[in-house]
């Protein structure tokens, strides 16, 4: 894909931060005026990212984990493989909890390893 810089709108809370502790963003909407901004922002960690980002893919020969086709991430095959099974787990569980709103799933394993 095309790379393009983007600015932090300046009615965002993140406007002022200087720089962040993590490499990667996660935005709402993508506003495009004199510049491009993006708002509604957050930093996004590796966690995150692997557990809630795109596509992800195992190459265990390789010792990676790619998502989207674009943030490669190092990982043994082991960390690949449990973090496969943790996420299609939490999807599982977001399913099931779209389907039914009032099931509680916060109590359930996965999502108390998620949130420690």
């Keep these: 894909g095309t790379e393009e810089r983007v600015f ?3 009615s965002s809370n993140n406007f002022a931060v200087g720089s962040f502790s993590c490499p990667w963003i996660v935005y709402h909407r993508l506003i495009r005026t004199s510049k491009a901004f993006i708002s509604d922002a957050t930093e ?3 966690y995150s990212l692997l557990l809630f980002g795109g596509t992800m893919e195992v190459q265990a020969s390789k010792g990676l984990i ?3 086709d674009w943030i490669r991430l190092s990982a043994n095959a082991r960390i690949g ?3 496969g099974g943790l996420r299609r787990r939490v999807d599982e569980l977001l399913e099931l909890k779209v389907t039914d709103p009032s099931m509680d799933i916060a109590g359930s394993t996965e999502m108390k390893l998620i949130t420690e």
């Design 81 to 83: 493989s449990l973090i």
């Design 44 to 46: 996004c960690n590796p």
């Design 66 to 68: 790619l998502l989207d």
């Design 8 to 10: 932090i709108h300046p």
